[in-house]
């Protein structure tokens, strides 16, 4: 039977556990160096297939908040067992210092452990040795077992404990909940993005399609361009990678008369265009609005495949990102892609594969890889990301259009103007 020590230690260990992730997360923010994400991704990666598959279908995209979720209790579980190892330390020493010193020290190595990071471990350590340091009682101060027949067991001395306690996980929880709200609102103040390398003809061009599309009544209606900040994005994992211009290089490697690699001052070297492609998720729905057009600038990826030399049976190759996400299609249809290091003539986002993407026009938006780093020419064809899951999705978009309800408008006349988006990939749409 658990006594109320026990009861006692195991709440405020999960309150160390807690405060431990609160902590890394306002060191780190929501990217890669997060105490969660390696626990994420390895949660996603050892889930089967069939159930991915089966999540997606039923869930959608709440899919994510329960790998999410799951990898966030695995962690405070985690960082809550090294906060007990501490409380049960100082119980057996009776000594405040050696519990605080084995809750700290034990998360900095998890947290390191897990990261990589041995410095951003810190924002783990030290709310979980806070918590426990002022948590931890030692025997004289703490109920005997609940033992109310004697002084230390008296009612005043439980009462009091159990203030101490719950004022302890409360704080813990304070923190947590101030570390979230104000994480979200660095977040929402970012800078604004500086303008992409060679863009300047970006500017011109959406005026371009500004001025050829359609005028309509309704103002509510999303632009022909949509903003940066209103472009859908779906991706394999929960955290971005972040890698800098500097760090960034594109190999082409497999079956080639000669791999290359080009880096990124060498790539915004080549010839600059300016192109407005549309990308459309394969999981978009019925009443879905995930599609986005933007103008993007960057350069075609044909020169660079044939200064490579491309060989192999099978006339194809294999994407792969960052992010540990790959995907396989056509020589012949990768060629008529682009490689684009800017959105709407500013610095691609993070988010959406900064330095640079690959564009495939007229395809589903899976084939278009963020954070693009290798391109591997293959001899025999093989299962990208999602095939190995029981997906298919590389081929070209099928033809949409809809009518947006913030489209309907009622005109003076009696008449009601309709209005909405078609979209047909690369044959275009002459008339709805």
Request: with cysteine; aromatic share 6%.
């Amino acid at each position: 039977m658990i006594n109320v020590t026990e009861r006692r230690e195991t709440l405020l260990a999960a309150a160390a556990g807690a405060a431990a992730i609160a902590g890394s997360y306002l060191v780190a923010g929501w990217t890669p160096s997060f105490v969660v994400r390696p626990i994420d991704q390895t949660v996603v990666n050892l889930t089967p297939g069939p159930i991915v598959t089966a999540t997606i279908e039923t869930l959608g995209e709440a899919g994510h908040l329960i790998h999410i979720a799951l990898a966030l209790a695995i962690a405070v579980g985690l960082f809550g067992t090294v906060a007990f190892a501490g409380l049960r330390l100082a119980a057996r020493t009776d000594r405040r210092a050696v519990g605080a010193a084995i809750a700290g020290g034990g998360s900095w190595l998890l947290a390191a452990g897990l990261t990589g990071v041995s410095t951003g471990a810190l924002g783990a350590s030290l709310p979980a040795a806070v918590v426990v340091g002022i948590g931890w009682l030692p025997s004289s101060a703490t109920p005997s077992g609940g033992d109310t027949g004697t002084v230390r067991g008296s009612p005043a001395v439980v009462d009091a404990v159990r203030r101490r306690t719950l004022g302890v996980v409360a704080g813990a929880l304070g923190f947590v909940a101030a570390t979230v709200v104000g994480r979200r609102a660095i977040a929402s103040a970012d800078d604004p993005l500086p303008n992409a390398p060679r863009s300047e003809g970006a500017a011109a061009r959406l005026r371009e399609l500004d001025s050829a599309s359609l005028t309509v009544e309704s103002d509510g209606l999303q632009e022909i361009v949509t903003p940066i900040g209103e472009f859908y994005n779906v991706d394999i994992a929960e955290f971005d990678p972040e890698v800098t211009a500097e760090e960034w290089s594109l190999t082409f490697t497999g079956e080639t008369g000669s791999e290359r690699t080009v880096d990124f001052d060498e790539l915004i070297e080549r010839p600059a265009e300016n192109r407005a492609v549309t990308l459309r998720c394969v999981g978009e729905d019925l009443n879905g609005r995930r599609i986005g057009n933007a103008v993007w600038t960057g350069t075609p990826i044909r020169p660079l495949l044939e200064s490579v030399d491309p060989q192999g049976d099978c006339n194809c190759a294999m994407l792969r990102g960052e992010d540990g996400y790959y995907v396989q299609f056509p020589v012949d249809i990768l060629a008529e892609g682009f490689l684009a290091w800017g959105m709407n003539g500013k610095e691609l986002p993070t988010s959406h594969g900064h330095p640079v993407r690959v564009l495939i026009p007229g395809h589903w938006g899976e084939t278009n890889v963020k954070w693009l780093s290798k391109i591997e020419l293959l001899n025999v064809e093989d299962d990208g990301y999602w095939e190995e899951r029981g997906w298919e999705g590389t081929g070209e978009v099928t033809t949409v259009a809809k009518l947006w309800d913030e489209g309907i408008t009622e005109l003076g006349d009696g008449r009601i103007e309709l209005a909405g988006h078609a979209y047909a990939g690369t044959p275009g749409v002459e008339r709805v």
